[in-house]
């Protein structure tokens, strides 16, 4: 699977995992792939993002769907290609009217429900949280079937449509979707920054989390041509052969309570990677912890731990026993957090040239910006301690 790069492992507590199938260059594209499955984040997106693919509709006149008018397209090539039936058929049957909670999930089902098959069984075949859904869950799923059916037209409904195929579904939703972000503004801080659309990808789904990810993913949602939505992962650093690759499920300044109980609480299991394992013993200052996941971290230690991060700390990071008194990531922040205001996104090198020559150059994630690498080497203390 995905070419020479990747293949696939089952690894005790931790499910399916994507292992590096030989020896990796930083930068080196692991994976680019299509989505399966593709939806609206919002009622609201419909009116700023072509309904087909997802990038930032022109100034209107939009094209607008002929069946339901309440999506619009780019382009005639996109009209053509046109949206999820159901989804179509459900916005033209009140919808906009079901209750606000109940709106993005619907968005979900009505476009999963509209697959057609190997599609339907690639998402129902991905993982759903280990402890299954909690009681509010499973009520959320008996309601949330219940609307589909009254708004999706019961001969456009696939022949398995249940209650316990709606509520697998939502399953495979909470724990594998990636959102596709709207286009990146300077003064719209990341956890501010809506999805346009999110997406499951089939490969990309068995990616795993760590804190301390070697591997990032990028989108290039209004880049124009084909592949607009396909999902790219790249190595941060490089890989040896039989390593697990890993991307962070959220942004990498998240400090450990909050990264903690958002990988509980949605993908159903207690992180214990190096980075966590060290936290864990660290003291926070309750009082600044907004508790919403965006803060920076703060950390007991001082400066000195910050300055003896570099190099010798990503080692540790990647094997050695470690000592609870050091800061091995210091040195993974600087260099691969971007830095610029409220933007959080991973810095990845661009992909080797054809003759293996490293990139100097690193692109964010999330803005997009480049950066050279010696722009980072003029990293200075001050600038880590910032960071903790
Ligand atoms: C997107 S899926 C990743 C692929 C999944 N392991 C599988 O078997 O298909 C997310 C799920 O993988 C598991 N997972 C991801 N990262 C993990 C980690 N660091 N430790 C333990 N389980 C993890 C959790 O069950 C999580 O809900």
Known sequence: MAGDTLRVADLPGRGRAL????????????????PILLYPSSLASLSSYCSACFRSLPPPPHTPCPSCRAAAFCSPACSAASH????????????????????????????????????LSAILSLSSAPQGPSPSQQQDAASLHA????????????????????????????????????????DVPLELRKARCCAVYPRASLLNHDCLPNACHFDYADRPGPGNTDIVVRALH??????????????????????????????GFRCECDRCQIESKWKFDDDNDAGDGDDTMEEEHGKED???????????????????????????????????????????????????ELSHVFEC??????????DEDEADTDEMNDLI
């Open 365 to 374: 994630n999330a803005c997009g910006q480049l950066k050279k690498e010696e």
């Open 147 to 186: 609307a589909v059916a009254s708004v999706a037209p019961p001969h456009m409904l696939p022949a398995g449509f249940s209650p316990d195929l709606t509520a697998a579904l939502l399953s495979k939703d909470r724990t594998n979707s990636f959102s596709i972000l709207e286009p990146y503004r300077p």
């Open 306 to 356: 910050a300055e003896d991060g570099g190099d010798e700390g990503m080692e540790q990071e990647e094997g050695s026993d470690g000592d609870e008194d050091d800061f091995p990531h210091a040195f993974f922040f600087v260099r691969y957090l971007c830095d610029r205001e409220d933007c959080y996104g991973m810095l990845a090198p661009l992909p080797p040239l054809p003759n293996g």
């Open 19 to 34: 292992l590096a199938a030989r020896d990796i260059l930083e930068g080196e594209v692991l994976l680019s792939e299509s």
């Open 84 to 119: 999820p039936r159901l989804l179509c058929a459900a916005l033209s049957s009140g919808l906009a009217a079901a209750p606000e909670a109940h709106q993005e999930p619907l968005l979900f089902l009505l476009s999963a429900y509209s697959l057609q098959e190997p599609s």
């Open 238 to 267: 490089g890989i040896t052969e039989g390593k697990e690759v890993c991307i962070s499920y959220f942004a990498a300044n998240w400090r450990y309570a909050d990264r903690q109980c958002r990988l509980l609480e949605d993908y």
